[in-house]
């Protein structure tokens, strides 16, 4: 038989661990159970002979229904783009990166100043983040000020529609926002069964803590499983508050949220596409912070991957961010860790580049640097060839013959795939040749390719009867004397080229004053 090819992989839990956590999950769900506060869910999974605690009111989630709900969710799905072509398959064995969110300020790419972010910021980061070559597909990173709270999670949809054709991970910030959402989406298909078929974006669903799906999260998940919506459940577990601070333990809390969302979803429609995803934290027992990119956060995010993988369901995570304040050493050594972590842990879709400070901020430099940090991540995790037990004789004598390999067939033909090139966002220069190029920092090194980008962006051609048609949905839900902005338009670069260095050397030569 001939060899197979060989995958790295991180082993966090064993099967038996595994069995156990499952176990005591299990019980959680039957003995204790889910307080479920969206009636329309409550009295949908009612109906369906969901059992409840009578002197808590919970809903119990018997072992049998468990087992229908599991041999009933996906194993995997495809995402579609926005004109209808496959994008993306998320699965076991390959793993996506898109963008963190929602933050609610960004890192301001020309100043440096930290501020509440702006729609002209949100089309800048889409239509610099699209031709990324290792985001997978994009995300509503975060929250336009400039426009009313009711809306905002529309607009974001909204101004991604009109900028990229990439699927995106996004989601409703009210119970009311799912439907608005889906009919934007619709226009870019046959019907309401042509987009469950071909579904466009993953939408965020949040589990509360102790146990708990509030009124919001509910009729998400009920109103995203009846459109065929794909949804990632995302417990927010923190270590040490509101969960335990033991690995296990920890983990068989964070299964038992995850499972339940899942059981919901597949006894509102059997076969809705779940992710079986989470954003865990360590509660910080001296500065009361809770960081996402602590070690011992990731060491949770790995072992519930290794749960849901287990269960053979399509994996999420909070990875490859960062909780520092700036792109600097913390920024990437947090964000490279996640992103290593997540290939090797096999996380199907993964939430984070681009995110600083508890994701309460977004920075596009950041995330110019985060592309090229997945990138290597990627490559280190593609599936390698068997060995040729003949080929590394003949180049040990072709290596004695010649005295290098460089000219080499062999390296001709396989350099191009098995070297990792990175732009020049990451300095791979000599110190002569990064002296005569400026000694530009890493900052400003993002800075010029966010330009970059920028320059290169063409705007998206968009019939303008459907152009209007999206602002018009997203207008029914303003309130009266409420308006939204005007979208920036595309203008083509000016001449005289990028003026990172300018930009970078302005603001380091002001902190320095």
Not at 21 to 34: M, S
Not at 49 to 70: E, K, S, Y
Not at 227 to 250: F, H, R, S, Y
Request: glycine share 6%; proline share 8%.
């Amino acid at each position: 038989m001939p060899a197979s090819p060989s995958l790295p992989y991180l082993t966090v839990l064993e099967p038996p661990t595994i069995e156990r956590i499952l176990l005591q999950a299990g019980r959680i769900l039957a003995e204790v159970g889910v307080e479920v506060r969206g009636e329309a869910l409550r009295r949908r999974l009612l109906d369906a002979g969901v059992p409840t605690d009578r002197a808590t009111g919970r809903l119990l989630f018997p072992p049998p229904l468990l087992r229908q709900a599991l041999a009933a969710a996906p194993a995997s799905f495809t995402l579609y783009d926005r004109a209808g072509r496959a994008h993306a398959e998320l699965g076991p064995n390959r793993t996506h990166f898109a963008p963190g969110s929602a933050a609610l300020n960004v890192l301001d790419w020309r100043t440096g100043e930290h501020r509440r972010a702006t729609t002209l910021d949100y089309v800048e980061y889409v239509r610099a983040a699209d031709t990324l070559p290792h985001l997978s597909y994009l995300a509503t990173a975060f929250v336009a000020d400039d426009v009313p709270p009711g809306i905002a999670d529309a607009w974001r949809l909204y101004l991604h529609l009109l900028n990229s054709t990439k699927p995106v991970v996004s989601g409703a910030f009210t119970e009311h926002g799912v439907p608005r959402m889906a009919e934007m989406m619709l226009l870019f298909r046959r019907d309401r069964a042509d987009l469950a078929a071909r579904p466009m974006s993953i939408f965020t669903v949040t589990a509360t803590g102790h146990f708990r799906y509030g009124e919001d999260s509910c009729q998400n998940l009920l109103d995203c499983a009846e459109w065929g919506i794909p949804v990632e459940i995302v417990p927010v577990t923190l270590m040490g508050l509101i969960a335990p601070v033991t690995l296990v333990e920890a983990t068989a809390f964070h299964t038992a949220d995850v499972l339940a969302g899942v059981a919901m979803a597949q006894l509102v429609r059997p076969g809705a596409p779940v992710l079986f995803g989470g954003a865990p934290a360590a509660f910080h027992m001296r500065t009361t912070v809770s960081p996402m990119a602590a070690v011992e956060a990731m060491h949770l995010t790995a072992a519930y991957v290794a749960v849901g993988r287990h269960l053979g369901l399509p994996t999420q995570a909070y990875l490859a961010l960062s909780e520092s304040k700036a792109l600097d050493a913390q920024a990437g050594a947090e964000t490279f860790a996640g992103a290593l972590l997540a290939v090797l842990a096999g996380v199907s879709s993964v939430s984070g580049p681009g995110m600083l400070d508890y994701v309460n901020c977004f920075s596009l430099p950041k995330l110019m640097l985060d592309d090229e940090l997945c990138g290597q991540a990627l490559h280190l995790a593609r599936a390698q060839p068997p060995a040729d037990d003949e080929t590394a004789v003949a180049l040990a004598r072709e290596l004695l013959a010649e005295g290098n390999l460089l000219t080499a067939k062999h390296t001709l033909r396989h350099w191009p795939t098995h070297l990792y090139l990175p732009s020049a966002v990451v300095d791979r220069t000599t110190w002569d040749q990064y002296r005569r190029e400026g000694a530009r920092s890493l900052l400003e090194r993002a800075v010029a390719e966010v330009e970059a980008r920028l320059a290169a962006y063409r705007p998206l051609e968009t019939d303008p009867a459907l152009a209007a048609e999206l602002r018009r949905l997203v207008e029914t839900g303003l309130e009266p004397g409420q308006s939204l902005p005007a979208v920036p338009s595309w203008r083509p670069p000016a001449e005289g080229g990028p003026s990172s260095v300018r930009h970078g050397r302005r603001a380091s030569q002001r902190r320095e004053a």
